[in-house]
């Protein structure tokens, strides 16, 4: 089975770093950026099959960046990192084609469980 | 209109949710650097050596979390105490210092740096503090909002006659005209402040001047 290449957009350095760090750690071809306007330029130069985006970010927002997304990758599958009381973000999120929401702070079981969902896989090899 | 204590509430508000959301970033990666940790112990179960670097890394990073933590819950302590009192004798240097790190978040969200410059190293007031710190506030939001910070915007106070200045600068041309027309909202505080409000230095700057001690 093709590893599964995932893209983390958060400003939050540190968070991304160790994002891919631990999802290279099981089995995942993870790659990090740390704006919108980064994960754009990456993805319409390289193929990701998911995108995990933050909601909060400077310039363009996780909003933003998944219609942006969408636009040039429609195939491309996103989840958005919101946190507390910020729910409402989430649910424009869906209206705008993400596949789910996940509420900070969240565990790397979360994350690779709601990943697999996305594409359809129910277990990793 | 909003009455000013409802805009005190607000700010209030604006001020926790900012903070939280920031403190909610340093559990978020806490959390997964307990979980690198937590990989570490199963890749050492397996009988992998793990690299005395990488535990290194984990517990540096740990250790500028802890820091980076205890930095906001100060700042944000610090700020929740200026509401104590309505009117007091404070310095205003230390409650300047402590708003703009507390700001730093929103404007870093618009891709602005906040540059605090003192000038003082002491001034006296006698007023509001809370308050002071709402007008500062709803200054900084009136520069950001009008698109026309730049990248860098510096904060510094100066003291003249009896007169303390609190200045934003570091404005660009194109934006003056959108900041001189939100002045008027801010007109309640600065009335309750006894103190005034206006763009400076060609309006590349914009002031907040209040009574001092000084």
């Known amino acids: 089975m093709p590893r599964i290449r995932v893209m983390i957009v958060d400003d939050e350095e540190d968070l991304v770093s160790i994002l891919v760090e631990r999802l290279q750690f099981r089995g995942y071809q993870a790659e990090g950026v740390l704006s919108g306007k980064e994960a754009i330029a990456k993805a319409a130069v390289q193929e990701f099959d998911i995108a995990v985006i933050d909601v909060k970010m400077p310039e363009i927002n996780g909003i933003e960046t998944l219609r942006r997304l969408k636009k040039i990758k429609p195939s491309m599958k996103v989840i958005l990192l919101t946190g507390h009381g910020c729910e409402a973000e989430g649910e424009e999120g869906l209206a705008e084609g993400a596949f789910d929401y996940l509420i900070k702070p969240v565990n790397i079981e979360e994350i690779t469980a709601k990943i697999n969902s996305a594409l359809g896989i129910s277990s990793r090899e | ?214």
Request: net charge negative; hydrophobic share 45%.
């Open chain 2, 1 to 214: 209109m909003e009455s000013i204590f409802d805009e005190q509430i607000r700010f209030f508000a604006s001020v926790t949710a900012s903070v939280t959301h920031e403190l909610n970033n340093v559990i978020a990666v806490t959390n997964e650097v307990v979980g690198l940790l937590g990989d570490f112990i199963e890749e050492g179960a397996s009988n992998r050596a793990v690299p005395p670097e990488a535990l290194k890394k984990v517990h540096n990073r740990l250790s500028a979390q802890v820091s980076r933590g205890q930095m906001i819950v100060k700042r944000l302590n610090r700020f929740a105490h200026t509401a104590d009192e309505k009117m007091r004798t404070f310095d205003l240097v230390p409650v300047m210092e402590n708003i703009v790190g507390l700001c730093e978040r929103p404007a870093g969200l618009k891709k602005v740096k906040l540059d605090f410059r003192p000038g003082v190293a002491s001034l006296m007031l006698n007023g509001n503090p809370f308050l002071l710190q709402l007008c500062f506030y709803q200054s900084l939001r009136l520069v950001l909002d009008s698109g026309c910070s730049g990248d860098i915007l510096t904060i510094s106070i100066n003291s003249d006659d009896g007169s303390a200045g609190i200045a934003i600068s570091g404005l660009d041309k194109g934006g003056i005209d959108a900041v001189g027309l939100g002045l008027a909202k801010l007109a309640g505080i600065m009335k309750e402040l006894h103190g005034e409000l206006r763009l400076i230095d060609d309006g590349r700057s914009l002031a907040i001047f209040v009574p001092s001690l000084d």
